[in-house]
Each structure stands twice: as C-alpha cells, then as structure tokens.
T-cell receptor, first 116, second 114 residues
Framework: AQKVTQAQTEISVVEKEDVTLDCVYE???????LFWYKQPPSGELVFLIR??????QNEISGRYSWNFQKSTSSFNFTITASQVVDSAVYFC?????????????FGEGTQLTVNP | EPEVTQTPSHQVTQMGQEVILRCVPI?????FYWYRQILGQKVEFLVS????????KSEIFDDQFSVERPDGSNFTLKIRSTKLEDSAMYFC????????????FGPGTRLTVL
C-alpha cells in the first residue's frame, strides 16, 4: 500500500526566511506521481506541482522549488523568501498509475505559519 | 480559467438524515472523485468515478454512500443516513483523462451533522 509521511506537523518562520517542507513516500510501484497541494485558511486545495517517478530533475518556479530524490523516496518543497500569504497547510500526495481510479494518497500535512 | 464548483458550501443536518452534496466538474474532464477531510486531519480518498460507474472506492465508502452523475454536468455524493462522524469537509475533484493527469479540487462542502 502507498503511504506519504510529512514529519513536520507545524513550522513557524519569520517573513523572508527560507523554509523547506519534507515529504517521504512509500510505494511498490515503479511508476507513480507526486504532488504538492496548498490549503490556505479559506479551505480550498490548490494544486502546486506534479512530478512523475521518471523525472528527477528539480524544478524552480518563482519562490518555489522542489527536490525529488528517488533514492531516498523524498519530495521536498522549499519556499524562498517566505511571505505572510504563504501561511497555509501544505499537503504532499502520491498517485500510483496502476489503479484504475488513480486515487491520491495524502500526507498528514504541514501547517506553515509565516509571521511578519 | 475553468474550475470545479461545489454546492452548498456548508450543510448542517440532523443525524440520520440524508444529504446530497453536489459538484460540477470541469467541463471536459472525464474522471471524478470525492475526498473527505475531517477537521484537522489529512485528506482521504472516498471514491473515483469514470464512464458512469465507480472505478475505485475506499473502505470508508460503505453502503451509506453513493455517487451519481445524473446529467452531463453534475456529480453528486449522497449520504443516506448521516452519522456524527460524517462531519467533515467533502472535496470533489476532476481530471481530464489518463492516469497521469492532475486532479483539480473544488472549494469543498463543509458538512456538520448534529
């Protein structure tokens, strides 16, 4: 069975600090997808990024960057120069391709608070 | 930009009552999902739906739950006899096609069972 672990329950930083959110996953499949979603206080789930298991190239998008390491089954997310608006719960999720429905398995989430 | 919509945003019901949560997926999407999130907890998969039938369901999705696509646009989740523990945020999601596409989520319906 697939599993996603986000060991950091809460992180608190001061604005402009860099912050890294950790994600470790377990799956028996060789083909899978990893995702990060953001849940702001308003409650919706906002898609941030998707990575497939064959693409270990790290990505930078503005202040966001992602570090995918298959050898350690990790898919970490870094926010550079954090802002108050980044305060949210961040979820890492895994989707195995083999299942007909391709359900998402979510981690427990990391509550990020950015203080001014 | 197209988005998934859900109604109502908040539903309050008495234990034992039936509720229907409604979703309008993105128009050209083919796969539909329901997830739930109990307050303060992680998001959990309930069911996936494709080609007018359930393609996968979790152990949470027992006989009191059902899904339906009654017309070309709506996707509904029915809870037949609500329990206190059904209180949660229910998210609908949809994706275009293929097992690798991204699921896009609606804003959620907060269900409160009294």
């Amino acid at each position: 069975a697939q599993k996603v672990t986000q060991a950091q329950t809460e992180i608190s930083v001061v604005e402009k600090e860099d912050v890294t959110l950790d994600c470790v996953y377990e799956t028996r499949d060789t083909t899978y997808y990893l995702f990060w979603y953001k849940q702001p206080p308003s409650g919706e789930l906002v898609f941030l990024i998707r990575r497939n298991s064959f693409d270990e190239q790290n990505e930078i998008s503005g202040r966001y960057s992602w570090n995918f390491q298959k050898s350690t089954s990790s898919f970490n997310f870094t926010i550079t120069a954090s802002q108050v608006v980044d305060s949210a719960v961040y979820f890492c999720a895994l989707s195995e391709v083999k299942t007909s429905g391709s359900r998402l398995t979510f981690g427990e989430g990391t509550q990020l608070t950015v203080n001014p | 930009e197209p988005e998934v919509t859900q109604t109502p945003s908040h539903q309050v019901t008495q234990m034992g009552q039936e509720v229907i949560l409604r979703c309008v997926p993105i128009s050209n999407h083919l796969y539909f999902y329901w997830y739930r999130q109990i307050l303060g907890q992680k998001v959990e998969f309930l069911v996936s739906f494709y080609n007018n039938e359930i393609s996968e369901k979790s152990e949470i999705f027992d006989d009191q739950f059902s899904v339906e696509r009654p017309d070309g646009s709506n996707f509904t989740l029915k809870i037949r006899s609500t329990k206190l523990e059904d209180s949660a945020m229910y998210f609908c999601a949809s994706r275009f096609q293929g097992r690798t596409d991204t699921q896009y989520f609606g804003p959620g319906t907060r269900l409160t069972v009294l």
